[in-house]
């Protein structure tokens, strides 16, 4: 990637000896835009994340894991910025140019020492690392690495010209969308204005991070960061090159958050549920989201039993207008329901062929509108609880 170098370490935050302090840095101060969480118990990098991106400029993303610096206080905030006036200082870069990130354990406070030892082993590393070791650095109970690679072609008087976007994202467990989705990356060589990278981050959010669940539950830390170097010959200005960016943007978003699914705590499988014939969109939103959020619907499709009863029941119960004796139900191409009637043991037989697939499709047909909304989420095995019962041990 144009413009971008990167670097992940073991530095001993993890018990285990993994990697776990990377750094995206920038050749120049690169255009940024960036989400947060919304719940209202925030991390310290969150915090100061909000203060820094105001700017629209940033230079160095300091991301540990194993310790969130969340629910520390007053001491959370000066060791967040005492890790940012490192970076400053070992990379002769401004202190407002530096973003940092913590993803892992709630409430225990950062062992400063491990930063003051690792920050300079970054610099010494930075020409040697990849943004295969940045993104080994940021996982915490993930099992896998998620990267997502594109590239795009704008048309210019010139001729056309070449622009990449790469993401990198840490998820597994305390994942719903509500803003973004842990923590995700999104770099970009091309030349675009902060302001119009903020709009396209936003849209992008709402069709991927903001659309994906595993076991419903918001992290303090989620961030969603997107850095362009412009370090590219793809200028994005008019309407035109914009549209262009903005369906590359939104397919490595979507992929990465398809990628934090499928890697979920526990998960077996894939599932979109896509809800159509709404009234209205928030009807579609609402009836789709409890739907993903649901661990009946959840422990069915685990179990691969078509339990098409525990899916109308929690469209019913989320608030959106429905009529039971509308609604359609497919897996598939496979229909369970029809005008609110079920269709009987053979239509679940073949339902349940389909359920052992790793993907599945799920559309619930309201029948009283044309809008309509959908979400990504897994499956709910036991292995979920065995992860998190052990978490902090």
């Keep these: 990637m144009k413009g971008f170098k990167f670097v992940g370490i073991p530095c001993g935050i993890k018990k285990n000896g993994h990697k776990d302090l990377g750094l995206i840095y920038c050749e120049k101060p690169a255009s940024a835009a960036a989400l ?124 056309p010209r070449e622009f990449s976007i790469a993401g990198v994202a840490k998820g597994s467990g305390m994942i719903r969308p509500d803003m973004a989705t842990m923590l995700a990356y999104v770099l970009t060589d091309a030349d675009i204005k902060s302001e119009d990278l903020n709009s396209a981050l936003k849209t992008a959010n709402e069709k991927s991070f903001n659309r994906i669940t595993v076991d419903g539950d918001t992290s303090t830390n989620d961030t969603l960061l997107c850095l362009a170097s412009g370090g590219g010959k793809a200028c994005i200005r008019d309407g035109t090159s914009l549209k262009v960016f903005q369906g590359l943007l939104d397919k490595v978003c979507f992929q990465l958050a398809k990628l934090i699914v499928k890697g979920g705590e526990g998960a077996t499988k894939v599932i979109q549920i896509r809800v159509k014939g709404a009234r209205t969109r928030e009807d579609a939103f609402k009836a789709a989201e409890a739907i993903a959020h649901s661990n009946l619907v959840k422990t069915a499709i685990y179990g691969e039993d078509p339990n098409w009863g525990r899916i109308t029941a929690a469209a019913g119960r989320s608030g959106a207008f429905v009529d039971q004796d509308k609604m359609d139900l497919f897996f598939e191409k496979i229909p369970l329901v029809i005008k609110g009637c079920w269709l009987g043991l053979d239509a679940e037989k073949e339902a349940a062929k389909i359920m052992k697939a790793d993907e599945i499709q799920i559309t619930l047909d309201l029948n009283l509108g044309d809008k309509s909304d959908g979400f990504l989420f897994c499956d709910f095995s036991e292995n979920y609880v065995k992860i998190n019962a052990d978490y902090r041990s």
């Design 36 to 159: 947060f969480t919304r719940n209202k118990v925030v991390a310290a990098p969150v915090i100061l994340g909000k203060e820094q991106i105001q700017k629209g400029k940033c230079q160095a993303v300091l991301v540990n894991s194993g310790n969130a610096n969340c629910f520390t206080g007053d001491q959370g905030l000066l060791d967040a910025r005492s890790s940012i006036t490192m970076v400053s200082k070992i990379f002769n870069i401004p202190q407002d140019l530096v973003m940092v990130s913590s993803t892992g354990v709630i409430g225990a406070p950062l062992p400063m020492k491990k930063f003051e030892t690792g920050i300079p082993l970054l610099k010494e590393e930075l020409d040697n690392g990849t943004l295969e070791d940045f993104a080994q650095a940021i996982l915490t109970t993930d099992t896998c690495r998620k990267i997502v690679k594109e590239t795009g072609i704008i048309d210019t008087k010139e001729g």
